[in-house]
């Protein structure tokens, strides 16, 4: 259970909400009213003030590269570091299938250059999936692909929740929080506001 208690930075906040383990809540907002500035704060990218705590324990009983692997951050922009798509994963026993389920199961052995959009987006997933974080902080994760990677995307994700993992979603598509059977929050000018979302049949 992630829980942010009065979480707050210069341009956000105060913000307070708790996110199961298992479960899903989307955040959508025009650009702007600082949704990726909230993924960054629980990610410990930027200062704040408030509490963040996982499973009980804070944010800073954890060191910082511990937090990040059980709180994993994907930005909307991936950084990439050398030419070869290899170098930036590790060599874990759930690297092919992870590559196999996102539709990109030779991308080892390409170089970065020659990524889209959309294939940035999925490697940049399976690159803190290899971490098994218990919460995934995704930053418009499917806006760059097409219908067939979107459902994939998306399947993926729900059998991580299924698994026990929680996953807070930066989103435009207005049917995504649907589909992910998701507790919606809009962001409008720093504030996070619950949103009535009609849920998906189980």
Partial sequence: MLTVDQLQTPLIGPISFVLDGGSCATVSGPSGAGKSLLLRALSDLDDSSGTISLGGKTKEAHTAPEWRRKVAYVPAE???????????FQDTPNLAQLLDTVGLPDALAWQVSRLSTGERQRLALVRALQLNPQVLLLDEPTSALDPVSVSAIETLLKSRISSGDAILLVTHDQDQPVRMNAVNYHMASGKLTLQETTRAAQ
């Fill in 78 to 88: 991936s950084g990439w570091w050398t030419d070869n798509v290899q170098d930036h």
